[in-house]
């Protein structure tokens, strides 16, 4: 399986709710980071927080790291209907020089 | 400070045609990825570049597939012929040294 999996892949919510996404990974990493994409539109970064970071916030959004657990989240809340979008999460490793990228959520937030 | 630039944002063309992406990296940027999300999956490495050089070009797909970075500057991908599964959003990033990659808005081709 693949390095870096969101779960879920689907979600569906509504407008003013939390929205939680997850994601695993399995080698050791220097940073991991958040991206949101619109559909069929570009990569927009939306936070990277390094490896000897547990939490961090950046308006609306909430990311954990857990790397005993390779693990992390995504929260965003008081959702929006202009959040609807991918979320993929990154991983960048020194030794790799690359990122790699999960699979990606796909949110809906009704109106 | 000018962010990663790609061009065209939306190409369409036929199967068997060819096409070239282009892509301009933030000034003094080292490193360059082609990285590409196809059919709504996952989005897939293609190739790192350091300077003008390959460093891994693991992903590329396959021989249809050619990029080149001449000079270090900018890079192209040409995709010869094109294939309905090449259709998908191409993006290209820059970083340098161990720095985050800083991503372009991404090609759209369309392949019918």
């Known amino acids: 399986s693949q390095q870096g999996e969101e779960d879920p892949q689907a979600l569906s919510i509504q407008e003013g709710e939390n929205a939680t996404m997850n994601c695993s990974y399995k080698t050791s990493i220097n940073n991991l980071q958040w991206y949101r994409q619109n559909s069929g539109r570009g990569l927009v970064h939306l936070i990277l927080?390094?490896?000897?970071?547990r939490e961090k916030h950046s308006g609306r959004l909430r990311v954990t790291l857990d790397t005993s657990k390779k693990s992390s989240s995504l929260l965003i809340t008081a959702s929006r209907a202009a959040d609807t979008a991918s979320y993929f999460c990154a991983t960048y490793n020194t030794n790799a020089g690359k990122s790699t990228f999960g699979d990606g959520t796909t949110l809906t937030v009704k109106p | 400070e000018a962010g990663v630039t790609q061009f065209p944002s939306h190409s369409v063309i036929e199967k068997g045609q060819t096409v070239t992406l282009r892509c301009d990296p933030i000034?003094?940027?080292?490193?360059l990825y082609w990285y590409r999300r196809v059919m709504g999956k996952e989005i897939k490495f293609l190739l790192h570049f350091v300077k003008e050089s390959k460093q891994d070009e693991s992903g590329m797909p396959n021989n249809r597939f050619l990029a080149e970075r001449t000079g270090g500057t900018y890079s192209t991908l040409k995709v010869q012929p094109a294939e309905l599964e090449d259709s998908g959003v191409y993006f290209c990033a820059s970083s340098q040294g161990t720095g985050r990659p800083y991503f372009g808005p991404g090609t759209r081709l369309t392949v019918t």
């Open positions: 927080i390094r490896s000897n970071e």
């Open positions: 000034s003094g940027h080292d490193n």
